[in-house]
């Protein structure tokens, strides 16, 4: 362990004049030592990062727009157009705390026992985080409850008074892009009550 | 005995490159044994003890900065306005009772829980024990969850 030193960047005999570079050579030994470590480590790291929207603002006037058709579709009963903007595990939860599959919803909806006549959405804010897109804002409807169903809360009836119904609600409504493109997972809406 | 030295040397940098490499299972293996629907069952649990005991710190944890959070008064709040009211304790919580919770996940880092409360609150003076459908969704960023939409709707005012 004499020869060049160089080549002995590792050897760690003390002298008292050689010191200083011993101190350098050490820490140039631990630098060396550690990078396949410093490696193994980025690519422990390195996990696949969700997919970043570089424009907020675009995936907010995509959500705005599908928003609209959601609402007319509602409004012309266009089953076909709901059914593709829901997700398959879509989930309604409606103003007398009924919870409704996708299935159960189109089903309501195809039986008209509750049809859209108006619908307009107000203070709409929308609040993006990747791949999920929050939606929330105020209903003023004007519904026609046709009759009675079966998928209130606990099985009963929540169409408690059949004619034209007409009121304020606020509500949430969820977005996930799912095999590319966004798709509703949720719809929440609380009618709104004076206290 | 520079071999020693050498041998001292290797030894600790191993050990102190490998820490954080070590780190890297524990994480995978809190996911594996956790399912993510256990894990928001028991983070929305913590939310809701964090509620009854007023504690602003967690649920500014728990909670996403750009929180939406409607409630049936025609309001939707923001994560700064709840705060506030559990601060001012105008919300007041004395039993939490949650039923039928159903949690779906989506892509792994979205998760909807939808549940039945029958729990007991004082909200500006009037007492209401529900019974409410509420819906909350859970996103996971920068690894951890965090609740970004909180909506219910109370079935006894039908």
């Known amino acids: 362990m004499t020869g060049n030193p160089h080549w002995n960047l590792c050897e760690m005999r003390e002298n008292f004049h050689d010191r200083p570079r011993i101190m350098t050579r050490r820490f140039l030994c631990v630098i060396l030592l550690s990078l396949p470590a410093v490696a193994l480590v980025a690519a422990a790291d390195a996990r696949p990062t969700p997919q970043k929207d570089p424009d907020t603002e675009s995936v907010k006037k995509e959500i705005t727009r599908i928003e609209q058709q959601y609402?007319?579709?509602l409004v012309a009963n266009d089953l076909r157009t709901l059914t593709t903007l829901m997700a398959d595990d879509f989930l309604y939860v409606g103003t007398n705390a009924e919870i409704l599959s996708k299935a159960q919803r189109i089903a309501q909806l195809r039986s008209k026992?509750?049809?859209y006549e108006a619908l307009q959405q107000d203070d709409l804010r929308v609040v993006?985080?990747?791949d999920t897109v929050i939606v929330s804002g105020r209903n003023?409807?004007?519904l026609q409850i046709g009759g009675k169903g079966s998928w209130g809360p606990g099985g009963a009836s929540h169409f408690i008074n059949p004619g034209r119904l007409s009121g304020n609600a606020l509500f949430t409504h969820a977005y996930v892009r799912l095999q590319g493109r966004w798709?509703?997972?949720?719809?929440?809406v609380t009618y709104i009550t004076e206290d | 005995m520079p071999m020693m030295k050498v041998v001292k040397t290797v030894a600790l940098s191993s050990m102190l490159i490998a820490l954080p490499?070590?780190?890297a299972p524990t994480v995978k293996a809190d996911d594996d044994t956790l399912s993510i629907k256990e894990q928001i069952i028991r983070l929305q649990n913590e939310e809701d003890r964090a509620l009854l005991r007023g504690d602003v710190e967690a649920l500014d944890r728990f909670w996403a900065d750009d929180l939406l959070y409607p409630n049936d008064n025609g309001e939707v709040l923001t994560k700064t306005q709840r705060l506030a009211e559990v601060r001012a304790q105008t919300h007041n919580f004395s039993i939490f009772r949650h039923d039928?919770?159903?949690v779906r996940v989506y892509n792994g880092t979205t998760?909807?829980?939808t549940g039945y409360s029958t729990t007991l609150k004082k909200y500006k003076g009037h007492v209401s024990r529900g019974p409410r459908r509420f819906s909350a969704v859970w996103i996971k960023r920068d690894g951890r969850w965090q609740m970004v939409a909180h909506q219910r709707t109370d079935a006894s005012r039908q």
């Open chain 1, 71 to 73: 609402k007319g579709a």
């Open chain 1, 113 to 115: 026992a509750l049809a």
């Open chain 1, 128 to 130: 993006v985080y990747g």
């Open chain 1, 140 to 142: 003023t409807s004007t």
């Open chain 1, 183 to 188: 798709q509703m997972i949720l719809e929440h």
């Open chain 2, 21 to 23: 490499v070590l780190r």
């Open chain 2, 100 to 102: 039928d919770i159903r």
């Open chain 2, 111 to 113: 998760a909807v829980v």
